[in-house]
């Protein structure tokens, strides 16, 4: 009777409902529009200021333009002056600066110097920029160290037009077979021996970025709903429906019991279609729909009963709501409600995984990637189920003693 009463009172708030379903599928939306489906990677743009135009400058040119660079960095070639002031308003990651004579003094192996400016505000492509430059350097080095006495001949014997020009670039044509075939003792055949093995273990999908968004916005569908229905206490206080309850020969768990029934009900559907809906926006499967909303569900029957509690313990409604917010947004921030664990700094997402939301995520995060371990969810399960029943004890005693005089 207590069930189905909250249930009819629910139904005439379609608002509510909706607003409490419309959360995730939103956020969700919204990721899935500016991230899309697929896994996610940082995009910047590299401007290459080359005042040199020989050959060698442009190597490196094209090297940042082939994968796996280009992933990364979209170059665009632009006069030095220019150049600055866009990497001084922001609006590149990183301007590098090839100087005159780049080519020849490579060619030397003379001293030289490229100059790589970074945006301040960025951390990680400036650093894939830098990290790049230091192998082309080392390529250059080793590139040198073999061949660098050969590369100088055929320099000295073209700048110089002396007859013997053809017969120095036959010698070192000689040169470099001769590098080759003793470097072939090492790469053909290879030295090392590689054997794989593929293993017969089930691997997590790699999520997108609106995917790891997914259990996220769920949970936080779940607290703000849970929120909302423990606040219907102080209602049913104010119109007496509590103390003609006691009145009754029904126990104060028996009045409890259904509004969590109801709270659960509530909880599966919205549950359901948030998770539906998000596994498909993600582009993950749907097979794990079922057993992820169950859990969602019994996690929403903690949420419901540890806010109720803090309902019950306030000296009047409007302190409740304070304090249920007080308690709430903290949980929603730390818990990877709000922020996925993996995004957060190391320290914040050891936190975050204590705390009840951020624990019963974690294993909500391995039943939708397939790797769920069942003695961990279980004993995952019952520590929150013990909370839970303390909770409801003491809720009950609450009501009875104090609340609903």
Do not use: H
């Given at each position: 009777m207590a069930a189905a009463k909250d249930l009819r009172r629910l139904r005439r708030d379609p608002v509510s409902l909706a607003l409490w379903l419309?959360?995730?599928?939103?956020?969700?939306?919204?990721?899935?529009?500016?991230?899309?489906?697929?896994?996610?990677?940082?995009?910047g743009r590299l401007l290459i200021a080359d005042e040199d135009g020989s050959f060698v400058s442009g190597l490196v040119v094209q090297a940042f333009r082939?994968?796996?660079?280009?992933?990364?960095?979209?170059?665009?070639?632009?006069?030095?002056?220019?150049?600055?002031?866009?990497?001084?308003?922001g609006r590149a990651s990183a301007l590098l600066i090839i100087p005159k004579g780049f080519g020849r003094a490579?060619?030397?192996?003379?001293?030289?110097?490229?100059?790589?400016?970074?945006?301040?505000?960025?951390?990680?492509l400036p650093g894939i920029a830098e990290e790049a430059l230091s192998l082309l350097t080392d390529a250059a080095f080793y590139f040198q160290a073999l061949a660098g006495d050969e590369i100088r001949r055929i320099r000295e014997s073209a700048e110089s037009g002396a007859d013997s020009a053809e017969a120095d670039v036959a010698a070192v044509s000689v040169e470099f077979y001769r590098i080759g075939k003793s470097l072939a003792g090492w790469l053909s055949p290879p030295r090392l021996k590689l054997e794989t093995q593929t293993l017969a273990t089930q691997s997590s999908p790699r999520r997108g970025f609106a995917a790891a968004f997914v259990p996220g916005m769920v949970f936080l569908a779940l607290l703000f709903l849970a929120m909302g229905l423990s606040a219907d206490l102080w209602r049913e206080r104010a119109h007496g429906v509590l103390r003609r309850w006691l009145a009754t020969p029904r126990s104060v768990e028996s009045l409890l019991?259904?509004?969590?029934?109801?709270a659960m009900t509530v909880?599966?559907?919205?549950?359901?279609?948030?998770?539906?809906?998000?596994?498909?926006?993600?582009?993950?499967?749907?097979?794990?729909?079922?057993?992820?909303?169950?859990?969602?569900?019994?996690?929403?029957?903690?949420?419901?009963?540890?806010?109720?509690?803090?309902q019950l313990y306030a000296a009047n409604e409007r302190t409740a709501h304070v304090l249920v917010n007080l308690a709430l947004f903290p949980m929603i921030l730390l818990g990877g409600s709000l922020f996925p664990f993996e995004v957060m700094p190391g320290s914040l997402a050891r936190i975050g995984r204590l705390t009840p939301n951020g624990w019963a995520l974690a294993r909500l995060r391995e039943l939708l990637d397939g790797a769920a371990d069942p003695v961990r969810l279980a004993h995952t399960a019952a520590w929150l189920a013990l909370v839970a029943a303390a909770a409801f004890l003491l809720a009950a005693r609450r009501v009875r003693r104090h609340f609903a005089i």
């Open positions: 419309g959360i995730p599928v939103f956020v969700l939306l919204l990721m899935y529009v500016l991230f899309g489906r697929g896994e996610t990677r940082p995009q082939q994968e796996p660079l280009a992933d990364f960095f979209r170059v665009e070639k632009l006069a030095q002056d220019q150049a600055q002031r866009e990497v001084r308003r490579v060619l030397r192996n003379e001293p030289v110097q490229l100059r790589l400016i970074t945006n301040p505000s960025q951390r990680i019991a259904g509004k969590l029934l109801a909880s599966f559907a919205v549950s359901l279609i948030a998770l539906g809906c998000g596994l498909w926006i993600a582009g993950l499967p749907l097979g794990p729909l079922i057993p992820a909303t169950l859990w969602c569900t019994f996690s929403a029957a903690l949420f419901f009963l540890l806010l109720s509690l803090l």
